[in-house]
């Protein structure tokens, strides 16, 4: 939306909220023009529609509905990993344990790397087992979405990053220098 669009959004707000019945400060028309300003006046038309068709709501939708209800709903961190799981599984099933998966996801690539590794993994896995690996990816993969990188010591890190890389290994006491600065 641009400057020219704000009678039109004005005239979307207002009567989406004689719908439920909620006040419009000018303040909050303009914090929310702002906040909707990437969208195309069409687009929050469409929304607001949509929005007053659904009986979801019965108060006055905030931002974030009118961001749901156009771009829709974002995956479930469960969703995405059960379709990481699956891509992998299906990769498997196709070019077997001798040829690495694309993993373009960074979780996906960080867990295949340092908990399963891929030709490791793939070349053991029986095809009775892949249920539940995929039940077990799942979980991993929402506690790894959790986990903080930023939150992680920077010695820490350095461990971290040999684990399943054996040729860049650095000598146990190397390794451990610092540590003692963690307690």
Known sequence: MNEQDAGKFTEIMVGLSENYSAELSRVGLKLRFEALRGYAIEQIEAAAVKLLR????????????????????????????????????AHLNIHGATTWPDLTDPITKRLMITRWIYPRWASQVLESELKWWAKEFVAAYQAEQITDPQLIPHQVKGLLAQIGNPGDMVPARKSCEGIEALN
């Open 54 to 89: 659904t009986r979801k709501f019965t108060t006055m939708p905030t931002v974030a509905d009118f961001v749901e209800a156009i771009d829709g709903q974002a995956p479930s961190i469960e969703h995405k990993a059960l379709s990481e799981a699956n891509r992998i599984i």
